[in-house]
């Protein structure tokens, strides 16, 4: 066979995705030359992006194209696929960790800007309430100087605060003592420019004896700008005033929190609950903003609305720099004045450790490149044989002519031919019997129920455990009522898809005569009736049926020649035996005979109980001396687990179980439902 075998030519640029490659790419240079050149409109950006999409795309498909009609001639030489195998172990981890320390840095990015942001704005939070704690303090002291208290207050704090704003109001149940019956009367001081101060103190500010957040209001000149807004209301020691400081986040504001923490508010984004300008961005930032992964992030805070004081979140957006913010937190860590290093010299440090890496990466490719000659000489003589067995040729025998690893290949090929075609027959028949257990796999799966049905008063756990791949246990649950529920457990024998066949005829009866008859006995009989036809000669089922009715306090229960049905109550444990014998028996006069012996048990039932229906893969579970577990073990169990919850008992059960056994094998499936009855309070 030729080296590198005839292929047709690709010719990119008269395919579809090569027409779209070459217009995408000339659009997308137009657009980015004339928006360097030009102011352009918005959707023409909106366009550029479109472009760039479908450049991403032609790409791609290209490649796609180009690999599928090229495959078999670029990866014919076993050298190549070597050093394609090299390349691949050695990039793609690569590429994993980049995107891994890419996430992860994004993340911590992320949590650093939104952590350093919201420090600051506390400060400033906080800085607020005790201006306004102490010029309460003082009005409380000295009611007549209210207004010198204040102005005095926002003398001292002009210059670092320009925007600052006080104001002292009565509250709404004092104001007209306060006033001799008239207005409240409001003493201010500041600029309030940002907005009129309030004229009343909304009443959930009163009850709440003051407050500290952050406001959303607009300008009346800009009613679709929402501006943020911090407040601080404090009431005076008498109770009868309140101050209020107000500090709009204006540009002066921005620019101090950009100095202390790296981070810059940009604009905003909040519910209709804060303001009426909801989810409208703020302003542009002054001047361009450069876009990229770890310059910009959300930070998102507690915002309330200042006449109904109902909270909500506001989204802002923060452009943060990793730079910027790097040198914040080095500066106040005094990291830099520590060790002398910047963010240059940590940006040249890993500079140099990826030149380092991928230094190393390269002679990896060289090394590998170097054995993979080593390895290919002896490769033909491997294809080669191959090709005579792929013809039918299990005769053909390789010629071994070196004693390395290779060599040992050689000879290992020659035995595997000579028992390809036993192993392939092995195969289909192996195939066959699994595509027979996957059918009947899905088939019980689909049977058995997904969860316990919900009933209030009762609480249920259940266990299904093959020992097979499939086996033939099965329970269900009815729903007969609001306060009724059939139970089955049943035991079909046999295994593999026969048994999975009988369980969906089983449970296609039972929905269709569950709820049409609700004696046990009598369900059971016409069951029988209906199954002794279907069923063949070696098989039969064992069953119990249990109903639960909570309005009566009673279960009533019928056993088709199953395992006894076990009640725990009040520490003791009721072994339930009614005669009955199994279902489905294809013999003269089985029918009548089933009939006679069948029995329905009724008996109370009491807060507490503990109802426990299995197969007898859990009593007949034997130890490696051939012991079994009993229902006499699994009463005791019961008995003195009776107050735990069904999923308790259902685990300490199996584990007593697990534990008898020991080592040994399980033969039989192992099912079990535990049903428990409410108690009054909690029902």
Not at 382 to 399: C, N, P, S, W, Y
Request: hydrophobic share 45%.
């Amino acid at each position: 066979m030729p080296d590198n075998p005839p292929h047709r030519d690709l010719e990119p640029f008269r395919t579809l995705p090569g027409r779209l490659f070459l217009l995408s790419l000339v659009l997308l240079v137009v657009v980015v030359v004339l928006q360097r050149a030009f102011a352009l409109p918005e959707v023409v950006d909106v366009f550029r992006k479109v472009v760039a999409l479908a450049l991403l795309v032609a790409t791609g498909w290209l490649a796609v194209l180009g690999i599928v009609r090229n495959r078999r001639a670029f990866l014919w030489r076993v050298r190549r696929k070597l050093l394609l195998s090299y390349v691949v172990l050695g990039i793609v981890p690569v590429v994993l960790i980049i995107a891994f320390v890419l996430a992860g840095s994004f993340l911590l990015y992320i949590n650093v800007a939104s952590y350093v942001f919201h420090e600051g704005y506390t400060d400033a939070l906080e800085n607020i309430r005790e201006f306004a704690d102490t010029s309460a303090g003082e009005i409380g002291r000295n009611p007549a100087g209210t207004r010198a208290a204040i102005e005095r207050k926002f003398t001292n704090l002009e210059s670092r605060y320009p925007q600052l704003s006080f104001a002292v109001l009565p509250v709404a149940d004092v104001a007209p003592a306060l006033n001799g019956g008239g207005p409240a009367a409001i003493v201010q001081s500041g600029r309030w420019s940002h907005m009129a101060p309030p004229k009343s103190i909304p009443s959930w500010v009163a009850a709440a004896h003051g407050f500290t957040g952050t406001l959303i209001y607009t300008s009346p000149g800009a009613p679709d700008e929402p501006h943020l807004l911090i407040r601080s209301v404090v009431p005076t020691a008498d109770g009868q005033r309140m101050v209020i400081a107000d500090l709009p986040i204006d540009t002066d504001f921005i620019a101090q929190q950009q100095d202390r923490t790296g981070a810059r508010i940009e604009d905003l984004t909040s519910s209709a609950v804060c303001g009426d300008a909801a989810s409208r961005p703020r302003v542009a930032p002054a001047g361009g903003s450069v876009r990229s992964l770890f310059r910009q992030t959300v930070a998102f805070m507690d915002c309330a609305d200042w006449d109904t004081g109902r909270q909500d979140r506001v989204a802002i957006r923060l452009d943060a720099p990793v730079p910027r913010l790097y040198q914040r937190i080095a500066t106040v860590a005094q990291i830099t004045a520590a060790i002398g290093v910047g963010w240059d010299f940590f940006l040249i440090f890993l500079e140099v450790v990826g030149v380092l890496f991928l230094i190393v990466q390269a002679s990896a490719l060289v090394v590998g490149t170097i054995w993979a000659r080593s390895i290919t000489s002896a490769v033909h003589e491997l294809f080669e044989g191959t090709e005579r067995v792929q013809q039918g040729d299990f005769a053909h025998r390789i010629k071994v002519t070196s004693q390395d690893q290779l060599g040992d290949l050689a000879g290992q090929f020659n035995r595997m031919s000579a028992s390809i075609e036993h192993l392939l027959h092995v195969q289909r028949e192996k195939q066959r019997l699994d595509d027979e257990l996957r059918i009947a796999r899905e088939i019980q799966k689909s049977l058995l129920p997904v969860q316990p049905p919900t009933m209030p008063g009762l609480s249920i756990a259940d266990l299904c455990e093959p020992a097979r791949e499939v086996g033939g246990d099965y329970y269900d649950f009815f729903d007969l009522g609001p306060r009724q529920l059939g139970v089955l457990i049943a035991d079909v024998s046999g295994k593999g898809t026969s048994a999975a066949l009988y369980m969906a005829e089983l449970k296609g009866l039972m929905l269709a005569l569950s709820h049409s008859e609700r004696s046990p006995r009598r369900l059971l009989i016409d069951v029988n009736r209906r199954l002794a036809d279907q069923l063949d000669n070696r098989s039969f089922i064992t069953m119990t049926y249990a109903v639960i009715d909570l309005e009566a306090g009673t279960l009533t229960c019928a056993r088709a020649g199953h395992t006894p049905l076990i009640v725990a109550s009040h520490g003791e444990s009721e072994v339930i035996i009614p005669d009955g014998m199994v279902l489905g028996l294809r013999l003269p006069g089985a029918g009548e005979r089933f009939e006679q012996l069948l029995c329905e048990h009724t008996r109370p039932l009491h807060p507490g109980d503990v109802i426990v229906l299995y197969t007898d893969g859990i009593t007949e579970a034997m130890d490696a001396d051939g012991e079994l577990f009993g229902d006499a073990a699994l009463a005791r169990v019961l008995a003195s687990q009776h107050h735990l919850d069904p999923a308790g008992i259902r685990e300490r059960v199996l584990r007593d179980v697990k534990a008898f056994v020991g080592d040994a094998e399980p033969h039989d499936d192992m099912t079990m439902v535990v049903i428990k009855i409410a108690d009054q309070d909690a029902a």
